[in-house]
């Protein structure tokens, strides 16, 4: 049998959902072009001065007819905390360019098959610590439109991450920031961003995890970084993760496997209900203990932070303020009910 507590829950629940409103979709578009995919990404390469590194890069032709393509060495700045990439050409004092050779610079690529091009790399002596590049495969000889026409030309890139072993190489990392995106929620989920600098020479990958406890009791834990993500010497870089571990929790909304997004760019969300995770309701005052760790070339280092919020389901509280006071209500009448009949009773005998 439900017991009275779980009986009043539902009920919330129902008169809850009802205030709740589904969000408008949109459909996304696509770009026609040259269609190539990629393998691996990213490449990582360790070696040491004076010594040669290769890697098989792999591409493959995904379109319905043949293609001529080029392999092109890009260099490329990242911008912002996001980690926002910018491909161009690379600069004279850049010589690692002239280190970099391919078995074949460029081929055809017949449909659907994979080509497998092998990269070489002829290190200097003097090389030294990181070298941060990307294989770039495109038409060799690029499409003209046709009159009154826009062409449009694409590419694929295989980031190149060369760490040129050294005993002064420098791997250090900090916590610039970690944050909520708000101070309270009604509802799940809870958006952290964790801001990590390089400060030393070459790059690194952080991990981690978040965990989440209500007073001393740990009520969950987040992982941090699941997709491996670099971040280069002397920048910044700033991961997001995110505690949906509840109920009810707010997901985005995707439309043709694409997240639909609103004016501000910031993902459509609505709220779903799975009666299954009542148990997993929040409410209270919540700390969010980060643990970073990165790795120096001797040992895995542990990095820090914690931020608090509230959770407080408003709506729900409310729900089931109402729904209390009509059992109240209820039970009051019922028990006036039979009291009364029970003075009948006793006046009859």
């Given amino acids: 049998m439900m017991s009275l507590t779980n009986r009043i829950l539902i009920l919330s629940l129902v008169l809850i959902t009802g205030l709740t409103a589904l969000a408008p979709l ?14 691996p990404l990213p490449i990582e390469l360790n070696a040491k001065p004076g010594t040669k590194a290769s890697a098989d890069l792999r591409v493959r032709n995904a379109g ?25 050409n690379p600069r004279p004092d850049e010589q690692y360019v002239k280190w970099i050779t391919f078995s074949k610079a460029e081929f055809e690529a017949p449909p659907g098959e994979w080509q497998t091009i092998k990269m070489n790399i002829d290190l200097p002596k003097e090389a030294a610590f990181g070298y941060y590049f990307a294989v770039q495969f495109q038409r060799a000889t690029p499409v003209k439109p046709a009159p009154g026409t826009t062409g449009i030309e694409g590419a694929v890139a295989i980031f190149i991450l060369l760490n040129a072993e050294r005993p002064d190489a420098s ?13 309270s929620y009604e509802f799940l989920p809870v958006d952290f961003k964790i801001g990590v600098k390089n400060t030393g020479n ?11 406890r209500r007073g001393s009791k740990q009520v969950g834990v987040v992982e941090l ?14 991961f997001s993760s995110s505690w949906s571990d509840g109920f009810p929790i707010y997901k985005d909304v995707v439309e043709n496997g694409r997240t639909v997004t609103d004016e501000q760019g910031q993902p459509k969300r609505k709220l779903s209900w799975n009666l299954g995770d009542v148990q997993k309701l929040r409410f209270g005052h919540y700390t969010a203990d980060l643990v970073l760790v990165y790795n120096d070339g001797q040992r895995d280092v542990p990095v820090t932070a914690s931020v608090s919020f509230w959770v407080v389901p408003w709506r729900l509280l409310i729900g089931l303020l109402f729904v ?21 009773l006793k006046g009859n005998k």
């Fill in 202 to 212: 070459v790059h690194l990958a952080p991990s981690g995890n978040i965990f989440i």
């Fill in 26 to 39: 949109t459909q996304a578009q696509t770009d026609a072009g040259i269609n190539l995919q990629i393998s």
């Fill in 64 to 88: 319905t007819k043949s293609e001529r393509i080029k392999a092109v060495i890009r260099a490329f700045d990242v911008q912002g905390d996001e980690g926002q990439v910018n491909f161009r």
């Fill in 324 to 344: 209390s006071i009509f059992v109240i209500i209820g039970l009051w009448s019922t028990f006036k009910k039979m009291s009364r009949t029970a003075k009948k």
């Fill in 171 to 183: 791997r250090k990392a900090e916590v610039t920031s970690f944050t909520a995106n708000r101070k």
């Fill in 225 to 238: 970084n699941q997709g491996g993500g670099n971040v280069l010497p002397s920048s910044s870089r700033r």
